[in-house]
């Protein structure tokens, strides 16, 4: 499957899952668990063996919504908390029973600080992928955004439910039931 995140297709995967394995430890995250909780700053960047975590914020009235997705074989953390020391501001959290390679913040920190290179293309990659994300949230409707998703991933919905990815798309369960039935019909 095509990477659900752009930016893991511009740095070298291999590196990091490797580093991942060689400074970190195996974790297993239960469905529900917590890699970061929203305004705890990330101590931790991961390698998904297993599994998937969701990122996700709660609105001002209590309502979770899912702002992004860390799949199988690609990394989860919080690359700006991590490296400015600062509260994240959202929650990272296994959607299903996960495992990750997980390694200490500082250890990566010390690694970008030998790699400067490396930090300078995680922050445009992150950057160019969000910016994307947010200026498509105006360009194209939801029914637009999720053919693109599925043209990139044509195997998502194997891995993550239809109210999630409602949720990320920042629509209601109905509202997507509605653009899966017109693409159904052919309108």
């Known amino acids: 499957m095509a990477n659900f995140n752009t930016y893991i297709d511009k740095i070298d995967v291999d590196f990091w899952r490797e580093l991942c394995q060689r400074e970190g430890k195996l974790r297993q995250y239960p469905k529900g668990a917590y890699f970061l909780r929203a305004g705890e700053t990330a101590k931790y960047l991961g390698f998904i063996e ?3 975590f969701n990122y996700s914020v709660v609105d001002s009235s209590g309502i979770e919504h899912i702002t992004g997705f860390a799949l199988c074989n690609t990394l989860a953390g919080d690359f700006y908390s991590m490296i400015r020391r600062e509260a994240a501001l959202n929650s990272l959290k296994a959607s299903v029973n996960s495992t990750a390679w997980v390694i200490d913040a500082g250890k990566v920190r010390q690694c970008l600080d030998a790699h400067p290179e490396f930090r300078c293309y995680f922050a445009e990659e992150l950057f160019r992928m969000a910016h994307e994300r947010y200026i498509n949230l105006y360009r194209k409707s939801s029914k637009e955004r999720y053919i693109e998703i599925l043209n990139r991933c044509p195997d998502i919905l ?10 990320y798309l920042n629509i209601t369960p109905t509202h997507l039931s509605r653009i899966r039935k017109e693409m159904r ?3």
């Open 158 to 167: 194997q891995q993550i439910t239809l109210k999630e990815m409602a949720s």
């Open 185 to 187: 019909l052919g309108k």
């Open 50 to 52: 297993t599994g998937f």
